[in-house]
């Protein structure tokens, strides 16, 4: 065992049992998962049916347990998947049949709140959730939230730049990471757990690991920047005459309200199908031919942000950039209009697929107009609902198309694809890549970004054991 | 010539008269200075005596241009220095004996303004300024401000990860960073012109090359993201009892003021200092034992910042948070506030070292007291003023010391160094490693860290011809 473990440089046959036994015996059996034993939520992404059962589950409860599982995988050349909460959307943390499971969930909690420079530093196998209420108690803000925040882990939510709706103000879980700590596929942990809002001594590491959906290192450790407390918020479902003067409304609101918080935007069919189909919900009426947005404000105090949002909006009326405009009265109704935002009616649709595209501003209009227009062509009877993080060029799009014989998502994908691409958009803008859009991944980068990738990984992964398979 | 262009794996001995002929060859005669044709401009650091003169320097015209340099440079394993407007604090830019400059002057302009996507493109030798005021003009403004913006270019800018005035605001030039275009050391060209605010298709890769200080590739096309424009700003110059207050002021101004735009600390020697040893300025008089800070607010309305600034300032006043504030009532009273924050008159002082370190907050007072400590223990009558970006928590210190016989800057500089390393600091918050800080980065980097950039380096640049000799 001691020579396997220390000859990280032999890339010997993998043999399952080899590969458990040394594993067992380095972490122990507590912390080592085989067969049975495994839970169906070790190899079952959100909403997706059960996957394949790895060969192993590994549970470590320390930084020096990672360093040293991986350098077993290293040494037997073990395709290893990193694995957080199990909540993304592109199947980035899900095991291939013979793949070991690293399970962060054991290295959990807040380690740190620094109140000087404004920063939580967590364990990746924390929920968001976790942290955020370790924010709010130490009377600061997390720049980060999202739908799966109660089961979501920080990990995970690093491993793939984790956006949500709160981008337009604080940017997306990079912009939130002020140090790292991490191991790489040979064992290495890279400490770099940073507090400081600059430096510039040498290259920039984190980088690399944000986003890279655990393909490059194991995020053990998250210093993020806590921001001051917010207030209650103020909430408006407000109507614009069109799409074109929704941009213009995206545009004055970040330059007349900097407190901004939210820009969602819904189209039309969106607002009108979910505002049918969501019982117990007293949608606002939509104006005839009118464009919603739901905008939402806050700052350090409800009352000022209420003031000037309430000013503002009145003088947008005035002006008609805005053509109605409901302010919540309390946050149940603000609920109402999250509630409609987050759409689930839809997620009732047979054969539905999400997408999560990027179209810059400038293009969205047409892009979806054309897209649209694509999918019906093929498939007259299909539901396309377009809806998103508007502040961000981010769209959510979905697609329920009834496939004739022989016909798959792949075709409805490849269709919206290819118009991602002649927009000169992104076929992710949050979700990640993962499994789901790795064939696709050639829509939004060239071949040199593709091999400029390839190069990272031999760089950081040459055996190419950290989530095989994924991203590239 | 064609059989060395074409085969780039052969590391030819380099000889000088070969390589400049072979880049003549592929530029023509006007894009390659050689010689005494060389100005001083290409191998002299601002501020700093004239250093080694290059081979050649190279003035490409586009992309295609750099790209051709490049490929013959990776034949002749010639070495190269990106080059911008040469305003860098570190000697990142300076050549050494035998290396080629590849100037980017002549990749100049801005290229588009996309106010959909809130963009604007540059080439890389594009002054600052210049894109600053064709945003300006496009009804925006630019997130990026420093006090070379008239000499220094958008590439070097990208290449340092600059930071300035606004950070505070807007984050450092990395966060103002959409798109970049790149060409690596072998001469692919690396376009990701993304104009989305969120991208996360694959890993982000404009992320590497952003502080690499042209070590990894060299900048051609930057996409920067505008922001709204400001209207005139509010500017005071406030007190604090110490600087404890101060950090609370800090506190209190992000969560009050959401159109913050610069917090500047001035240590009361350094205000006392600069205030008394600069002509045709009347610096507010210092409330005994008080601590001075520039506070400078800009939103979409002068009127509603000023009534908000005032407001919150008065009730500072009343808590005793601030102990004094004057507040600009002009453009011309806000200039010298500046003024005596710049600190030019420090630059007079003999033998003067600049340094640019990153404490975190919480250990920054202790910073102060101890590094002035172990400065004055071992030169009694140095100098010795910290201010700076303290929002960022970025220090600048300026010391000055008679040096005995045989001692020299280093010595000054091994004594701050081993203070920011004791105190979990950074080297370099915003100017970056260049060569001057390079034998220093052990000092704020982990061995594991340093062994992470070398990875990224050879991954890269595996002939190590770009910038060699720096950051790393």
């Known amino acids: 065992m001691s020579t396997r473990q220390n000859d990280t440089n032999s890339v010997t046959q993998t043999n399952a049992d080899d590969v458990t036994a040394a594993l067992t015996d380095v972490l122990g059996p507590e912390c080592v998962l085989c067969g049975e034993d495994i839970g169906e939520r070790y190899f079952t992404n959100y ?19 990672v360093s040293r599982a991986l350098v077993i995988c290293s040494a037997f050349a073990q395709p290893v998947v990193p694995q957080g909460g199990m909540t993304g959307l592109a199947g980035g943390a899900a095991p291939a049949a013979g793949e070991v499971v690293l399970s962060l969930e054991r290295l959990s909690g807040v380690e740190e709140i620094d109140r000087h420079a404004a920063t939580v530093t967590a364990w990746a196998g924390t929920t968001l959730q976790t942290i955020q209420e370790a924010v709010v108690d130490a009377g600061f803000t997390l720049g980060l939230d999202l739908g799966a925040r109660g089961s979501c882990q920080i990990g995970g939510n690093v491993a793939t730049n984790a956006g949500g709706n709160r981008v337009v103000r604080y940017g997306t879980t990079r912009e939130q990471v002020l140090g790292l700590e991490v191991v790489l596929a040979d064992g290495t942990v890279l400490s770099s757990l940073n507090k400081m809002l600059k430096n510039n001594a040498g290259y920039d590491l984190r980088q690399l690991f944000v986003g890279s959906e655990g393909t490059l290192g194991v995020v053990t450790r998250v210093v993020l920047r806590m921001h001051p407390r917010l207030a209650a918020p103020s909430t408006a479902l407000c109507m614009t005459k069109d799409f074109q003067a929704t941009l213009d409304l995206l545009h004055a609101t970040r330059a007349a309200l900097p407190d901004l918080l939210s820009f969602e935007a819904m189209w039309p069919a969106f607002y009108t199908f979910v505002a049918a189909h969501t019982p117990d919900v007293r949608a606002p009426q939509l104006v005839d031919g009118s464009f919603p947005v739901l905008l939402e404000c806050a700052g350090s105090d409800a009352e000022e942000t209420a003031v ?23 946050a149940a109704e603000a609920q109402t209009f999250w509630t409609i935002r987050e759409g689930l009616a839809i997620d009732s649709l047979p054969d539905l697929i999400n997408f999560d595209v990027g ?114």
């Open 359 to 472: 179209v810059p501003h400038g293009g969205m209009e047409a892009f979806v107009v054309a897209c649209e227009r694509a999918l019906k062509a093929r498939w007259p009877d299909a539901h396309v609902f377009f809806f998103g993080h508007l502040g961000d060029s981010n769209l959510h799009l979905c697609v329920s198309a009834p496939y004739a014989q022989g016909e798959s998502a792949h075709d409805v994908e490849a269709v919206v694809y290819e118009q991602v691409s002649d927009a000169g958009g992104c076929i992710s803008a949050e979700h990640g890549i993962g499994v789901h859009k790795r064939a696709w991944l050639h829509c939004s980068r060239s071949r040199e970004e593709i091999e400029a990738m390839h190069r990272l990984k031999r760089a950081f992964d040459p055996l190419d054991i950290l989530n095989p398979g994924k991203v590239i």
């Open 47 to 65: 909403g997706e049916a059960a996957g394949v059962r790895p060969l192993a589950v590994l549970r470590p409860r320390s930084v020096d347990e």
């Open 308 to 330: 000037r949002f309430n000013a503002t909006l009145e003088r947008w009326l005035e002006s008609e950039l805005v053509v109605d405009a409901v302010v919540a009265q309390n």
